[in-house]
């Protein structure tokens, strides 16, 4: 398996390809269109879709918090502190039943790098329980409209991001070259 790295540059921290969602590759692409060269002795960057520390926050978080509001719905009384812990362990169910259970009816091995399905399905998950709250009222239905609101974004990014493909292609290339 080849690796791309880039050394040397500080810049390219915002390369776009480094980023996994459309929204961060957006945001990504105009940071570094204005980034000045900086070198920087000793940096090594590896250009893979998984490595914006920011964005695996931010996601993880995001969707953490989420699970764990959408919990507390379920949850009555002082049982809600709960919500906590069982958001912690909720979150992973669907990861280790799509790994144990499902990978092998799509003849995946569960050594492979599924981090495509695991993403499509915890957001269709995410999706389907957001659909669910956006009927309801309460606190979780404006969580649920700002789970659309940040797809809906995503989506616009892509939209914004397919005709720059080319532009993106020559600013990485001219980072990492």
Same mark, same amino acid.
């Given at each position: ?91 992973? +169910?669907? @990861?280790?039943? !799509?790994? $144990? ?6 003849? /995946? ?6 981090? *495509? ?33 940040? +797809?809906? @974004?995503?989506? !616009?990014? $892509? ?6 493909? /080319? ?6 290339? *001219?980072?990492?070259?």
């Amino acid at each position: 398996m080849m690796m791309n790295i880039v050394r040397d540059r500080a810049e390219a921290r915002w390369l776009p390809s480094r980023h996994r969602y459309a929204l961060m590759r957006l945001i990504a692409f105009l940071i570094l269109r204005n980034a000045r060269p900086k070198p920087q002795p000793g940096l090594i960057l590896v250009i893979d879709r998984d490595q914006s520390t920011l964005e695996n926050l931010t996601t993880s978080i995001w969707a953490t918090l989420t699970v764990m509001c959408y919990m507390s719905t379920a949850m009555h009384g002082w049982w809600k502190l709960a919500a906590i812990p069982v958001g912690w362990i909720v979150i992973q +169910l669907p @990861l280790y039943i !799509l790994g $144990a259970a499902m990978m092998p009816l799509f003849g /995946r091995s569960l050594e492979a790098n599924n981090h *495509r399905l695991n993403s499509v399905f915890y957001w269709s998950l995410m999706t389907i329980a957001s659909a669910y709250f956006v009927t309801r009222s309460g606190i979780n239905r404006w969580l649920a409209y700002v789970f659309f609101a940040v +797809l809906t @974004l995503n989506a !616009l990014a $892509a939209v914004i991001l397919f005709p720059l493909r /080319r532009k993106v292609a020559e600013l990485e290339a *001219r980072c990492v070259a």
